[in-house]
């Protein structure tokens, strides 16, 4: 499994070609505008080239001199398909970080200004099996290949490396495949489960959201009455969001996106509380309710997340659509269920029929859900030996990263320290990231 990794990670020893974009100082902090040209497939790195984009975060408290001799620290987003954090100002976690780091903050490829993927971009590609073909090169072991290149390009050692969710799939194949380039290392919600299919996955996680939608109900009975009421009324009546695509009532159940979350499970209450309005018609759904959840099911800014959500977990083994196939497990959350419950992160086949962004890139999404030899995203000999200092937050509720399978991956990495709380959900890095930020960090050096 080793040498399928390192032949994606360190078999090109090619440089990346990098240019410096902009420079630009305000609110307390300096940012330089990073680009790098690397190897589309870095197991292949005299052919096709992609552009990866970085922006650098530093406080304004260091002076350049200072600035210039700060360790660097990477954050990897959460995703797949999430683009890198647009900073306004320092503040939580990074705030805490810029006290002794640079920090750089990748859009991983395929997203932001990292040569981006969409339904107007991906078919310029050619068929839809030319399309998947390409899509196979933008999964952690890829990005985690342009992460060193990136790292050489810019003259650093071995660096620390902050990972957030799905970030934090990418730092355990860093770990995996090119320890010498890392530091140390920080997760948050995000230890993937090294092996076994990606039903186990589900199986965990339609459990944790029946439960978080229990609790949710609980807080705001009068929430449970305005679901029903809003799912009886979509059987019977046509609504439509702003882009004319049909709000189904397996559309409407994807709100439950905010129960992940501490900072933004209210924002379900305050969604719901002005749902209907009287109109000549009748009573009909409100604008300003239909536009924000547009906002919550549209994948149109982030296909690649509802195309490569499954195969972050396809190791040997085609995924075969396996929320979707575990759903029928769990007929609670069924879009005829009484009483209707919310779901999560899931990507079912109907996204593809339902959503306009994702209607063009059907055919794609069946064929990597049918592919069956996905290389090994982790060394399982490798984590076992691991010599990087690695300290981990596990959330007990988290209704997108189990926490039994989390601890499972933990005890699986020599050296990872866990520091599990039921204080947060997936998104604890928006309510104390500058405390989680501090506590993981101070873990992991004092493990060395």
Request: with cysteine.
């Amino acid at each position: 499994m080793a040498n399928a990794g390192m032949s994606a990670i360190s078999g090109s020893r090619i440089r990346a070609r990098h240019e410096v974009r902009g420079r630009h100082e305000f609110r307390g902090m300096r940012t330089v505008e990073h680009l790098f040209t690397v190897p589309l497939d870095h197991t292949a790195p005299g052919g096709e080239t992609i552009t990866v984009f970085a922006r650098e975060y530093v406080s304004a408290a260091h002076s350049k001199e200072e600035a210039a001799e700060l360790p660097w620290l990477l954050f990897l987003q959460g995703g797949p398909g999430g683009r890198g954090n647009r900073f306004g100002s320092l503040g939580g976690w990074s705030k805490a970080a810029a006290r002794d780091f640079r920090i750089l903050m990748l859009d991983q490829r395929g997203t932001g200004l990292s040569s981006p993927i969409d339904r107007t971009t991906l078919p310029l590609r050619g068929s839809a099996q030319d399309q998947a073909a390409y899509l196979e090169h933008f999964r952690a072991d890829s990005i985690v290949a342009d992460a060193e290149l990136v790292r050489e390009a810019l003259g650093s050692g071995p660096w620390t490396v902050y990972g957030q969710s799905y970030g934090g799939f990418c730092a355990l194949t860093y770990l995996s495949f090119a320890p010498d380039g890392l530091q140390e290392v920080l997760v948050t919600g995000g230890l993937a489960p090294l092996a076994g299919p990606a039903d186990d996955v589900y199986r965990a996680t339609f459990q944790r959201v029946a439960a978080r939608n229990a609790e949710y109900f609980g807080w705001y009975p009068e929430d449970r009455v305005m679901v029903e009421r809003i799912a009886r009324h979509l059987r019977h009546t046509p609504e439509f969001l702003p882009d004319s695509s049909p709000l189904t009532v397996e559309r409407f159940q994807m709100v439950g996106a905010f129960l992940g979350g501490n900072t933004r499970v209210d924002s379900l209450h305050y969604l719901l509380e002005d749902a209907f309005v009287s109109t000549g018609d009748g009573v009909r759904l409100s604008d300003a309710f239909l536009d924000q959840v547009q906002g919550i099911v549209s994948r149109r800014s982030n296909p690649l997340y509802a195309l490569m959500h499954e195969s972050i977990y396809g190791q040997g083994q085609a995924t075969d659509w396996a929320a979707w196939r575990v759903l029928a497990e769990y007929p609670e959350f069924g879009p005829d269920a009484e009483p209707l419950l919310l779901t999560g992160e899931m990507v079912y086949p109907w996204y593809f029929e339902q959503d306009p962004a994702l209607q063009p890139l059907r055919d794609v999404a069946h064929l990597l859900a049918a592919k069956q030899d996905w290389k090994p995203l982790y060394d399982v000999g490798q984590l076992a030996a691991n010599t990087v200092p690695v300290a981990a937050a596990i959330y007990s509720d988290d209704i997108y990263v189990d926490r039994q399978l989390s601890l499972e991956t933990a005890s699986a990495v020599r050296g990872l320290q866990v520091w599990e709380s039921g204080d947060f959900h997936h998104d604890g890095i928006s309510d104390d990231g500058e405390g989680i930020f501090a506590r993981l960090l101070g873990m992991a050096r004092s493990g060395r």
